[in-house]
């Protein structure tokens, strides 16, 4: 146990995720039953160079487990990325006596949680973001939600295709990777999956694929777009010039981010927030959470940055093979 920490910071970063607040909510309890203190930051990195910083209590974080967003509220912060912002972000945790921070976010996050942590200020991050993209960890929280919730949206948009014989173009969320594209693609049984990691996207090919389909008597063409290819309403246009069947696209857009999280966000954020503070109370510094083969674990932040992720080749091959 670390006798030095006695108050710690929580801040939210990056993109909103469902779940975060099942990891505020763990960190607070876990930290106030171990009997520290507990400052929230509001608004992310920029808030905490606005000082916008409250003490929260046990009270403070019920009945929050089951909503979406951040009662934090999240933001992204330019003058967090220069070294002056950085060295001032450090000295407003010294003001307020925060010894530890527990930063919930994605990589960026990451990167500004390193920073304050070669400027003296134990940090912790723990792995919040829909997009699945942190390649420490197989779990990040709001991607088991998000997807839910694209997929529901799919199947929707999938009935509506079906009744008037139309291929679809859906774009999902995911910045530059394809993860939620891969999931909803397999959950919904699409026909093609577009990811930015997959370079041998030929969109003759789908063209071919739709017209000969249509001879085979197949009602619908669900193409899954991800985000990081984009153009899903100039694809659409072209598929209908090309093929003869109407097509529209659907951009699912932030609804994806948003809802209440579902049991598996709720029960691996609250684990996530409770380790968070264990590693702070056994001195640690500079780590992110992840979870790896059905563990909790924790990586030096370096490492973790330096980590890279793959788009899992079996999962690819079974959701071409499935889509005959
Ligand atoms: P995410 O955390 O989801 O990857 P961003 O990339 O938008 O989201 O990063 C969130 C915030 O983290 C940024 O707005 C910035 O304040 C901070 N950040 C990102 N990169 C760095 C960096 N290299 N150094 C310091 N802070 C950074
Ligand atoms: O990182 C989460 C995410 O929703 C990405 O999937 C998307 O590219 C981005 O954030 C959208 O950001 P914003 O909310 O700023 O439009």
Redesign the pocket.
């Known amino acids: 146990m670390n006798d030095t920490i006695q108050t710690i910071g929580i801040l939210t970063?990056?993109?909103d995720a469902p779940g975060m607040n099942a990891a505020i909510r763990a960190v607070v309890r876990t930290a106030l039953g171990r009997g520290l203190r507990v400052r929230g930051i509001r608004r992310?990195?920029?808030g905490l160079l606005q000082e916008e910083i409250i003490d929260m209590t046990a009270r403070d974080v019920s009945d929050i487990i089951q909503r979406g967003g951040t009662i934090l509220q999240t933001?992204?912060?330019?003058?967090?990325?220069t070294e002056e912002?950085?060295q001032k972000a450090a000295a407003i945790c010294k003001k307020y006596g925060i010894q530890g921070l527990v930063v919930i976010?994605?990589?960026?996050?990451?990167?500004?949680a390193?920073?304050l942590s070669n400027l003296g200020i134990n940090t912790i991050g723990i792995p919040?973001?829909i997009?699945l993209d942190i390649a420490c960890t197989e779990y990040t929280i709001g991607f088991d939600t998000a997807v839910n919730t694209a997929m529901e949206a799919i199947d929707k948009v999938r009935d509506t295709s079906t009744s008037h014989e139309r291929c679809s173009v859906i774009e999902v969320m995911g910045r530059d990777a394809g993860y939620l594209a891969l999931w909803c693609g397999i959950a919904n049984g699409a026909e093609r999956i577009l990811m930015p990691e997959e370079h041998d996207y030929d969109e003759e090919k789908i063209i071919a694929d739709i017209i000969g389909n249509r001879k085979r008597g197949k009602q619908h063409y669900i193409i899954i777009n991800a985000e990081g290819i984009g153009d899903s309403m100039n694809m659409a246009k072209r598929i209908e010039e090309a093929t003869g069947m109407e097509t529209r696209a659907t951009i699912l857009g932030h609804m994806q981010r948003g809802g209440s999280p579902t049991c598996k966000d709720r029960v691996y954020a609250s684990i996530m927030g409770a380790k968070a503070v264990d590693l702070l109370l056994e001195g640690k510094t500079n780590r992110v959470v992840g979870y790896q083969h059905g563990e909790f674990v924790d990586y030096d932040i370096n490492e973790a940055l330096q980590m890279h992720k793959e788009i899992p080749e079996y999962a690819y091959r079974v959701s071409k093979d499935l889509a005959l």
């Open positions: 970063s990056g993109g992310g990195y920029h933001a992204r912060c330019k003058e967090m990325r912002g950085q976010g994605g990589d960026g996050s990451f990167a500004g390193q920073k919040g973001t997009d």
